[in-house]
């Protein structure tokens, strides 16, 4: 059994983003599973530390942060938090 590892890059909350949806695709494509090993930076690591922490699904995962960013990240216009709404 090979071992196959992710790594995530740092950026901020667009790393975060980024990661969440990295994340969603290769368990769509039945990926996510086959990874041995999940390595990250800065953002993404938010985003890897609250689905590790949590026992959340990754849907449910993406739920919350972008409820979170929406809610509470930083002043964002209403077109900010739905064009994040609709990315995750």
Request: aromatic share 12%; with cysteine.
């Given at each position: 059994i090979?071992?196959?590892?992710?790594?995530?890059?740092?950026?901020?909350y667009r790393a975060?983003?980024?990661?969440?949806?990295a994340?969603?695709?290769f368990?769509e494509i039945?990926?996510?599973?086959t990874?041995?090993?999940?390595s990250a930076?800065s953002?993404?690591?938010?985003?890897?530390?609250?689905?590790?922490a949590t026992g959340?699904?990754?849907?449910?995962?993406?739920k919350?942060?972008?409820?979170?960013?929406?809610?509470?990240?930083?002043?964002?216009?209403?077109?900010?938090k739905?064009?994040i709404?609709?990315a995750?």
């Amino acid at each position: 059994i090979p071992s196959i590892a992710l790594v995530c890059s740092g950026g901020g909350y667009r790393a975060m983003l980024g990661s969440l949806g990295a994340f969603s695709a290769f368990e769509e494509i039945g990926l996510f599973d086959t990874f041995s090993y999940i390595s990250a930076l800065s953002g993404s690591t938010w985003a890897l530390g609250v689905l590790m922490a949590t026992g959340m699904t990754i849907a449910q995962t993406k739920k919350y942060i972008c409820d979170q960013i929406t809610r509470s990240f930083y002043r964002l216009s209403k077109w900010e938090k739905n064009d994040i709404s609709h990315a995750l």
